[in-house]
C-alpha cells in the first residue's frame, strides 16, 4: 500500500531558535524555515527532514540522526572545535567508546568501521558513522 509513496522523518524540539543555529551553522546544513518548523536539507537530495516545536518536549533515549563521514576523526575535530561535545559510553554489550568518543569495529562484529555519537541542544542523539 505504500510501497512507492514519499516519506520524511521528523522529530520535535524544545527551542527552535537553538535548534536553527545548531544545524545551520554548527553543523552546516542547508535549514529552510517554514511557518511549521525547520527543513533540514541533507546530501542525497531527498525529503528534507522536519523539525518542530514541541511545548511538552521529552528528549528520546535513542539515536535520531545518522550521518555517514568518510573520516570520522576529522568530523569529530571539526566538530569539538565548534563547541559539539561528544559522548562517551560503556555499554553492556562491550561497546565502550574512546577518548575521542568512537567505538571501533575491526571488522570481527557486524556493523560500521567505526561510530560516534553527540547530542543536538533538545538533547537528541545524532551518530556519525564511517562505514569504510
Avoid: C
Avoid at 575521542?100 to 560500521?112: A, E, K, S
Wanted: glycine letters at 10%; proline letters at 5%.
Amino acid at each position: 500500500m505504500l510501497k512507492h509513496t514519499k516519506a520524511f522523518s521528523g522529530f520535535s524540539v524544545d527551542d527552535m531558535g537553538k535548534a536553527k543555529l545548531f544545524y545551520g551553522e554548527t553543523l552546516g546544513i542547508d535549514v529552510t524555515e517554514t511557518p511549521e518548523g525547520l527543513e533540514l536539507h541533507l546530501a542525497g537530495g531527498g525529503l528534507p527532514v522536519f523539525i518542530y516545536q514541541s511545548d511538552d518536549y521529552h528528549a528520546p533515549e535513542h539515536t535520531v540522526l545518522n550521518f555517514l563521514v568518510e573520516d570520522i576523526e576529522k568530523t569529530i575535530s571539526e566538530l569539538t572545535s565548534k563547541g559539539v561535545k561528544m559522548e562517551q559510553y560503556d555499554m553492556p554489550n562491550g561497546m565502550k567508546t574512546d577518548a575521542q568518543g568512537i567505538v571501533r569495529n575491526d571488522g570481527t562484529n557486524p556493523g560500521p568501521k567505526a561510530i560516534a555519537w553527540f547530542k543536538d541542544p533538545s538533547d537528541h542523539i545524532l551518530a556519525l558513522i564511517q562505514e569504510q
